[in-house]
């Protein structure tokens, strides 16, 4: 009875150490799933503030696109009246050579 109750002793022993070792790596498993998805909130974050910033620069360049868009516009028609006015100035030109002679 006593070598009986000795050996259940050490099987328990044994089974409380293998319960233990299963725990500790039970607790590393686990610390390295949190790390992970530590890992993966950051890069989460960090896609959405580059998304962010992505789009704020797209924005600015459409507003900056629109306006050298409209100040190209004012040139041309700036440069438009300026050829109108030559125009009329040659036809005046034109016409008083056309009085003197």
Known sequence: ?????????????????????????SGALVSDL???LAEQRD????GGE???VLAELAD???RRS???DQELIRVVQDGDKMM???GALLS?????????R
């Open 34 to 36: 949190c790390a992970r």
């Open 66 to 68: 629109d306006e050298r």
């Open 84 to 86: 109108q006015a030559s």
């Open 1 to 25: 009875l006593e070598r009986r109750g000795q050996e259940r002793d050490r099987e328990l022993i044994k089974v409380v150490q293998d319960g233990d070792q299963l725990m500790q790596a």
């Open 43 to 46: 890069l989460a974050a960090a």
């Open 60 to 62: 600015r360049l459409d």
């Open 50 to 52: 580059t998304r962010e």
């Open 92 to 100: 005046d030109l034109g016409a008083r050579l056309a009085e003197q």
